[in-house]
T-cell receptor
Framework: DVKVTQSSRYLVKRTGEKVFLECVQD?????MFWYRQDPGLGLRLIYF???????EKGDIPEGYSVSREKKERFSLILESASTNQTSMYLC??????????????FGPGTRLTVL | AQTVTQSQPEMSVQEAETVTLSCTYD???????LFWYKQPPSRQMILVIR??????QNATENRFSVNFQKAAKSFSLKISDSQLGDAAMYFC????????????FGQGTRLTINP
């Protein structure tokens, strides 16, 4: 079974802190994604990566950056956390291919609270 | 840009009965994939069912089936013989054929099963 793990289930940080959210997948997937989930808004894509050291902005990249130094690991970075970044963050991964269907597998999520 | 709309924030159904969750989407593409994901309380998001737009036949997975109306851009999920374990947030999602494997999600529908 594909396993996507996230470093923390719950995280509380203060405004202005630099925050790292880590995601690891164990199935050699090329694609990795970071979403944030907010009530009434569903999931919105922040960043994704289709290869090591490659990244692309999603729909809401402002205030975030990412790092992918190894294939299995994809980190989301909040350079200076703000209260409006309080949310549930979901990581996902999938096999590569531009056209063929490949299921995205999700991690358990990190609920981040910024005080 | 593609959009996905779920107009029912909450639904409830009696155990053993049938419920239908609605989803509409907007796209200018002719070929794409549609998905329903399930997110149980405090558990990971999992794929329930998927539909390829080029297939006229509606997808079915055990008690879950879809009603895909391409011209109307409608993609509803029917759950038959509802069980307590079906209680969850359900998200409809769209993925285009071209380009990266980004998913566009709807707002979600919270389904409650009444015993």
């Amino acid at each position: 079974d594909v396993k996507v793990t996230q470093s923390s289930r719950y995280l509380v940080k203060r405004t202005g802190e630099k925050v790292f959210l880590e995601c690891v997948q164990d199935m050699d997937h090329e694609n990795m994604f970071w979403y944030r989930q907010d009530p009434g808004l569903g999931l919105r894509l922040i960043y994704f990566s289709y290869d090591v050291k490659m990244k692309e902005k999603g729909d809401i990249p402002e205030g975030y950056s990412v790092s992918r130094e190894k294939k299995e690991r994809f980190s989301l970075i909040l350079e200076s956390a703000s209260t409006n970044q309080t949310s549930m963050y979901l990581c996902a991964s999938s096999l590569t291919s531009d056209t063929a269907y490949n299921e995205q597998f999700f991690g358990p999520g990190t609920r981040l609270t910024v005080l | 840009a593609q959009t996905v709309t779920q107009s029912q924030p909450e639904m409830s159904v009696q155990e053993a009965e049938t419920v239908t969750l609605s989803c509409t989407y907007d796209t200018s593409e002719s070929d794409y994939y549609l998905f329903w994901y399930k997110q149980p309380p405090s558990r990971q998001m999992i794929l329930v069912i998927r539909q390829e737009a080029y297939k006229q036949q509606n997808a079915t997975e055990n008690r879950f089936s879809v009603n895909f109306q391409k011209a109307a851009k409608s993609f509803s999920l029917k759950i038959s013989d509802s069980q307590l374990g079906d209680a969850a947030m359900y998200f409809c999602a769209y993925r285009g054929i071209q380009g990266a494997q980004k998913l566009v999600f709807g707002q979600g529908t919270r389904l409650t099963i009444n015993p």
